[in-house]
C-alpha cells in the first residue's frame, strides 16, 4: 500500500522544513478516511490530502506530542481524516535517516493505521525550484522500516506539486506557516493553516 | 517677535527616522537571541551600506550580528564585507577570529575552522565560545559520540541535561521557560516518581507565569497520569484529578479567550473540548 501526495502536503511539508533551516521539524500526514475496506486494499494507494506540522527544535520532549496527537486526532474525526503518516527533516543537511523520534511516533500511528509511513525530508536537495521530489519514503517490513523509490508515482499530480511548492517557496510563504509548537505560544495560531491552504489552492 | 529656530528633525523626510527604527529592529533581535536570519540580512544589509555613518559604534555589533546572518543565509559576499571590516578595526580580536571560524564552518572547510579555534584555545584555554564552536564542528561533521564525549568535558562543571536546567532554575527562579522544560524533561524520562515531579514543575512554571500553555497542558497530561496509575493512593488519584479537572477548566478557558471571533478557532477549541472529554472517560 504505497501512499501518494497531494500538493498541498508536500508543500506544507517543504515550507515547514524552509521555516526553520537550522533547526529539525516534524509533523503528521491525513488522508481522507475511506469507508469500503477492499480484499485488495494493497494496491490502492492512499492519498495524503493533507499535513500538520508540529515542531521544530526539539522533537523529542513527551507531552507536548502526546497533546498533539490527541488534538489533531480529535480534529481528524471531525472532518473524517485518519492519521497514516509521520514526517521528519533532520537537523543536519545530510542526515536523512530516520531517528528513534520518528520511529516511535509512527509506531503509534500504526495503532490506528497498520500501513503508516515515515516521510524523511532530504534536506541537502531542499533548493527554490524543487525540480525533483525530495522525499524518501519509509514503510515497515519485517520489523525494520525500508525506503521506497520515490517516482512521480508518488504523487497525485508532480508537475502541480513542484509548481506550487516552488512559487510559495519563491514568495517566502513560509514565513506564515504554523506549527503546533506556534500555537502553544499563541493559541491563535492556526495549526491547520488556513491562509496557506488557500495560497495553494488559488495556484492550482 | 520670538526668534524661532525651528529644527526639523524629520527631513531628510523619513530618512533619520527609518534608520532608527531598523537599528531598533536588529536590537532587539539581537537581545532576544532570534535567529530570523533573512529578516536581519534584510535590514542589515541596508543599513550598513546607506545609513552606516549614523549608526556610531554601534556598527561593529551589527556587522557581527549581520554577519553570522548572513552565512546563515549562504550570503558569503555579504559575511566577507562585514568579516572584513571587523578585521580592519579589530585585527587581533578572538571573538573576531571566531566569526572568521564560523565562516569557513559555512563553507564547510572545517580542519581550517578547527586551526582558528585551536590558535584561540592556544592563547586562552578558557575560551568557551572557541570550545563550543569545535562541539558544533564535531556535530555538523555527524561525530555524534565524539561531540557528546567533548560536550561532557565541557559541561563537567554541571553534570548531565536536568542537571543543567536545576542549575539554571536555581540561577533563574523566575524564568518560567526553564521550569516549564525540566518539567518536560521529567515527563519524558517517565515513571511514576518522575511524573510527579514534572506535575510539581509544571504548576511552578504556572505560578511563574500563569498564561504558558505548555505548562497548563503538562499539568493536565501529566496529573492525569498520574491519577490513572494503579500504584497511587486513593488520595493521590483524588488530588490529581483535581488538578486535571482544574487544568481543563483553565485550558478551555484559554481556547475560548483565543477564539474570540474568529471562525477558524471554533475547530481547534471543539477539538480540546473533545480531546479532555475523551482523556477524562480513558483516565477514570
Redesign the interface.
Known amino acids: 500500500m504505497p501512499i501518494q501526495l497531494t500538493s498541498q502536503a508536500y508543500c506544507k511539508m517543504l515550507l515547514h522544513a524552509a521555516k526553520y533551516?537550522?533547526c529539525a521539524v516534524n509533523g503528521l500526514l491525513v488522508a481522507e478516511k475511506t469507508k469500503e475496506k477492499k480484499k485488495d486494499s494493497h494496491s490502492e494507494p492512499v492519498l495524503c490530502v493533507d499535513c500538520v506540522p508540529l515542531f521544530h527544535g526539539t522533537l523529542?520532549?513527551?507531552?507536548?506530542l502526546?497533546?498533539a496527537l490527541?488534538?489533531?486526532?480529535?480534529?481528524c474525526?471531525?472532518n473524517n481524516y485518519v492519521i497514516v503518516g509521520y514526517y521528519q527533516a533532520n537537523e543536519?543537511k545530510?542526515?536523512s535517516r530516520p531517528n528513534q523520534v520518528a520511529e516511535k511516533v509512527a509506531a503509534r500511528i500504526s495503532e490506528n493505521f497498520s500501513e503508516a509511513a515515515i516521510v524523511m525530508v532530504d534536506n541537502s536537495r531542499l533548493t527554490i525550484s524543487c525540480f525533483e521530489p525530495i522525499v524518501l519514503i519509509y514503510d515497515h517490513h519485517e520489523n525494520k522500516w525500508k525506503s521506497r523509490e520515490v517516482t512521480s508515482d508518488c504523487f497525485e499530480d508532480w508537475g502541480e506539486a513542484q509548481k506550487i511548492t516552488s512559487a510559495l517557496l519563491e514568495g517566502?510563504s513560509y514565513e506564515n506557516l504554523i506549527d503546533f509548537d506556534n500555537?502553544?505560544?499563541?493559541?491563535?495560531n492556526?495549526?491547520?493553516n488556513?491562509v496557506i491552504n488557500k495560497s495553494v489552492l488559488d495556484l492550482c | 517677535m520670538k526668534a524661532v529656530v525651528d529644527i526639523d528633525y524629520n527631513w531628510p523626510y523619513g530618512l533619520t527616522s527609518l534608520s532608527t527604527e531598523m537599528r531598533d529592529k536588529l536590537r532587539k533581535w539581537r537581545e532576544d537571541n532570534y535567529?530570523n536570519s533573512?529578516q536581519i540580512v534584510d535590514v542589515g544589509e541596508e543599513l550598513i551600506s546607506e545609513h552606516s555613518s549614523k549608526l556610531g559604534d554601534d556598527i561593529w555589533i551589527i556587522y557581527e550580528q549581520v554577519m553570522i546572518a548572513a552565512l546563515?543565509c549562504s550570503r558569503d559576499d555579504l559575511a566577507l564585507t562585514c568579516l572584513q571590516e571587523l578585521r580592519k578595526q579589530f585585527p587581533d580580536s578572538h571573538r573576531v577570529k571566531r566569526l572568521s571560524g564560523m565562516r569557513l564552518e559555512a563553507l564547510e572547510r572545517y580542519d581550517e575552522a578547527n586551526k582558528h579555534y585551536d590558535a584561540i584555545l592556544q592563547d586562552d584555554p578558557t575560551n568557551t565560545a572557541a570550545r563550543k564552536r569545535k562541539i558544533s564542528i564535531l556535530?555538523?561533521q555527524?561525530k555524534s559520540a565524539e561531540a557528546i564525549r567533548e560536550l561532557n568535558e565541557y559541561l563537567e562543571h554541571y553534570g548531565k541535561a536536568a542537571f543543567c536546567l536545576e542549575e539554571l532554575m536555581m540561577t533563574n527562579p523566575h524564568n518560567h521557560l526553564y521550569c516549564e522544560?525540566y518539567?518536560?524533561?521529567k515527563?519524558?524520562q517517565?515513571g511514576l516518581e518522575n511524573l510527579e515531579l514534572?506535575r510539581k514543575y509544571f504548576a511552578q512554571a504556572l505560578r511563574l507565569n500563569n498564561r504558558n500553555?505548555?505548562a497548563l497542558?503538562?499539568l493536565y497530561?501529566?496529573a492525569s497520569h498520574i491519577s490513572a496509575s494503579p500504584k497511587v493512593s486513593a488520595k493521590v488519584k483524588k488530588d490529581n484529578m483535581k488538578y486535571a479537572a482544574w487544568a481543563a477548566t483553565q485550558i478551555n478557558r484559554?481556547?475560548k479567550?483565543?477564539?474570540r471571533g474568529?471562525k477558524?478557532?471554533k475547530?481547534?477549541m471543539?477539538?480540546?473540548e473533545?480531546?479532555l472529554e475523551?482523556?477524562q472517560i480513558t483516565m477514570s
Request: with cysteine; net charge negative.
Open positions: 533551516p537550522h523529542a520532549l513527551a507531552p507536548m502526546e497533546v490527541t488534538l489533531i486526532d480529535t480534529w474525526k471531525e543536519r545530510k542526515d517566502r500555537h502553544l505560544d499563541d493559541l491563535r492556526d495549526w491547520t488556513p | 535567529r533573512e546563515d556535530k555538523a555527524g522544560q518539567a518536560e524533561v515527563y519524558t517517565g514534572s500553555m505548555r497542558f503538562g497530561m501529566s484559554a481556547y479567550m483565543a477564539g474568529t477558524e478557532n475547530c481547534s471543539k477539538a480540546v473533545e480531546m475523551s482523556m
